[in-house]
């Protein structure tokens, strides 16, 4: 099931028509009241919520809930609170609701967010991914 909160009911309800199997929450509150989605994925825009955002998204996490974070831009302090959480699938500015269809079948994996995730936490590597010539150093070309 995947419960969608942006707090906007025009947004919830087209996110919800390219859906099955999910409801709109009215509150945020909703959400951590009780274990009833626990295991299940949430859709949230980080301004729909009041309080802090950081120890909503613990619980959430807590209870073992995937979360599809909508963000207005990858620069803002939410983006650093959502990556240290380890919620990847984070989408940014105006959006479709197809691409939460999308997202929700195609999680976000590291791999995906690592220039975000260097961006934000200003990270520069002093390691380069080495490549290399695969016959010419490849185990498996020696004969």
Do not use: C, W
Not at 14 to 32: F, V
């Amino acid at each position: 099931m995947v419960v969608i909160y942006t707090g906007i009911e025009e947004i919830d309800k087209e996110i919800q028509q390219q859906l099955s199997d999910s409801i709109i929450a009215h509150y945020s509150d909703y959400l951590i009241e009780s274990n009833t989605f626990e295991g299940q994925t949430v859709v949230l825009s980080a301004q729909a919520i009041e309080d802090n955002l950081e120890e909503f998204l613990f619980l959430l996490k807590q209870m073992n809930m995937r979360v599809i974070l909508l963000l207005k831009s990858p620069r803002q302090e939410e983006t650093k609170i959502a990556l240290q959480l380890g919620i990847y699938d984070i989408v940014f500015g105006n959006f479709y609701a197809s691409q939460i269809k999308d997202i929700l079948e195609h999680p976000k994996r590291f791999k995906d967010i690592a220039d975000l995730y260097r961006k934000t936490f200003n990270i520069e590597l002093k390691i380069q991914k080495r490549i290399r010539n695969q016959k010419a150093n490849s185990f498996f070309s020696r004969k």
